[in-house]
DNA sequence: GTCAGATTAGGACGAGTGTCCTAATGTTTG
DNA sequence: CAAACATTAGGACACTCGTCCTAATCTGAC
């Protein structure tokens, strides 16, 4: 693997674990386990090195998506592997919270031009929601649902960071998962209040 | 206002809208329109003043809680009143997100020793909708229901913070307070899929 | 082997950080 | 008025930050 491959990994993942603030450019080049003055040849800029996780985000997540989508021909099924997102990585969010949301609103808080950068995570799983409720039957209130999906799962994965209980996330999972099959079962209920 | 007070309703406010690392002493004193040397006299470390600032929020939710119980006898109302708060604060959410997740998280990745503290404005409020709920015959469930609210709005809160998008706040609002209305309709249902 | 280019190491730079000290000013009490 | 205390201002301190420069080393083409 490449240094700079490598300085985007670490980075990615001091950036979710510590925050993008407080990661420095000494931290990340004490990771790799290179000198700052090489970090400097590869990334001009912190905001550069951002722009590199960012982008690499983005590619996982395509590919994860993608993944999904060849792995099971059922819409239903792949929207719940998306909504147990929140319990494959139980421990990470416990200790950090969700990498999209919480990135996307450290860089609303620092006002900081890449902003519109990192919400494109969301837009990817947005859209790929959207798409699956779309294979099932629903049209106008795709995006909706697509919406209420990410809504929760953003939702569990504040308070399973905040509160530390995992009972909790199983049991929302398990909620949610109710719910899709009710939906699914009678689609004309879909804007009902559940 | 007292210059005590005042440092810790500045530090209060930069801390939700910058972040609490990003805020520096500096920053704090320019605003308050003192000196650096005043800042130690009144704080002696930035944790101090952390805890001040959480003990501050803690104090002013009790307040608004403790106001919404006595502005309505209907615990239901009392529940819509916490549900639109993402309403009332629209503006800021959509900029800086909820102040109790964002700064639980963000003391999270700091692995920092007051985010307990922090997470107890979040007890508050999830105590709060279990009083609530224990009031409208539920029992058991009371807490579960209390966590699902508590969700709800921060999931609400991340999305309007990300997307900016403010229509979709309002269809959210109306979804629970309908949900509201049908959980005590039969509340046999409290614990189905809805 | 030589040389050009890619890559790395190490340190310098100014700015900003939290922290702390000291001197000056205000305010209250006797 | 005078003395004791509370409050404020301003700057010094050591440190870390992102950034940048230069020299050394590695790598591959001829």
Redesign the interface.
């Known amino acids: 693997m490449g240094t700079r491959e490598q300085i985007v990994d670490a980075a990615n993942r001091l950036f979710y674990?510590?925050?993008f603030?407080?990661t420095s450019f000494a931290a990340i080049a004490e990771t790799v386990g290179i000198s700052r003055g090489n970090f400097y040849y590869h990334f001009k800029t912190k905001d550069d090195i951002l722009d590199a996780v960012i982008e690499a985000r983005l590619a996982s997540t395509r590919t994860m998506l993608a993944g999904w989508a060849d792995g099971s021909a059922d819409p239903r099924d792949r929207v719940r592997r998306f909504v147990e997102i929140v319990i494959t990585n139980r421990g990470d969010i416990e200790?950090?919270?969700?990498p999209v949301?919480?990135l996307?609103?450290?860089l609303?808080?620092?006002d900081h031009p890449s902003r519109a950068h990192a919400?494109g995570v969301?837009t990817l799983f947005r859209t790929w929601l959207r798409e699956q409720f779309e294979e099932l039957g629903f049209d106008a209130e795709a995006d909706?649902l697509a919406?209420?999906v990410?809504?929760?799962?953003?939702?569990?994965a504040?308070?399973s960071?905040?509160?530390h209980d995992g009972d909790?996330v199983d049991?929302?999972v398990d909620?949610?998962?109710?719910?899709?099959?009710?939906l699914l079962a009678s689609p004309a209920t879909a804007d009902?209040?559940?």
Not at 95 to 98: A, F, L
């Open positions: 674990e510590q925050g603030e407080p200790s950090y919270g969700c949301g919480t996307t609103n450290e609303a808080k620092l919400v969301f909706d919406m209420r990410l809504a929760f799962s953003q939702g569990i504040t308070l960071n905040a509160f909790f049991r929302e909620r949610v998962n109710r719910w899709l099959t009710e009902d209040a559940s």
